[in-house]
């Protein structure tokens, strides 16, 4: 008895370890009540409503500016809600597998784009400056909830990066060159341009890199 109890005892610990790290769920990456985790423009980016709120109404944005989380991702799901006020010109995205720009108020990487016709598209941040990838016309169809909040999904595995927009996939994505960052930064967007305000809320993140 005095083996197999032991045995017993670590094999039911090794049962709940594994149940524990199959039902891990998302993780916060946002507390809403403080930019800890975050780095940024504190004179664009503010925190309202449990929402960090970047741009504003009164005032034109005279370049792109993202709030970055201080910690790096690579493999993970991200899950956030988005709102963009402003009119149709407004802009905005989520950056991921970024990175700033040294001493310049850019980021290169990854965006969920925000706003217009883009909404759901994956675009390349300062890198390959274009839509990687987009959603039909016909998909976006009144999808978007506009001036209200949106529910937005971002999943990154390995090369393929999927996007779903209000609970419809807009974007599978599988990047060719081997050469683009796997992991980086997260980071919320608020476009130049027009005064316009983007809201981020409920933001948070399953790490699949230990799946």
């Known amino acids: 008895m005095r083996i197999l109890i032991p045995l017993v005892a670590l ?6 370890a594994h149940v524990a790290q199959a039902t891990r769920g998302p993780v916060p990456i946002f507390d809403g009540r403080s930019f800890n985790g975050w780095e940024g ?4 980016f503010r925190i309202e409503g449990g929402a960090i709120v970047g ?12 709030l970055c989380t201080t910690a790096s ?32 108020h850019e980021v290169i990487g990854y965006q969920a784009d925000i706003g217009q016709d883009y909404w ?20 976006l ?8 909040w949106n529910d937005y999904v971002v999943r990154a595995e390995g090369p393929r ?8 996939q807009t974007v599978d994505y599988t990047e060719q060159d081997r ?22 809320k409920d933001i948070s993140l399953l790490d699949l890199s230990h799946h």
Not at 41 to 44: E, L, M
């Open 73 to 104: 991702y690579s493999d993970f799901e991200l899950r956030l809600k988005v709102k963009l006020l402003g009119g149709s010109s407004a802009n905005a995205g989520v950056q991921f597998r970024t990175r700033r720009i040294p001493n310049n």
């Open 55 to 66: 741009g504003s109404l009164r005032d034109k944005m005279a370049q792109n500016e993202f």
């Open 161 to 168: 990066i999927r996007l779903w927009l209000n609970g419809v």
């Open 11 to 16: 094999a039911m610990s090794s049962a709940a």
């Open 141 to 148: 169809k009144g999808l978007v909830r506009t001036g209200d």
């Open 41 to 44: 423009n504190r004179a664009i």
């Open 179 to 200: 050469s683009i960052d796997a992991s980086g930064v997260i980071a919320v967007q608020i476009h130049a341009g027009p005064p316009s305000e983007a809201w981020y």
């Open 120 to 139: 759901g598209s994956l675009y390349d941040e300062s890198r390959r400056k274009k839509t990687l990838k987009a959603p039909e016309h016909a998909v």
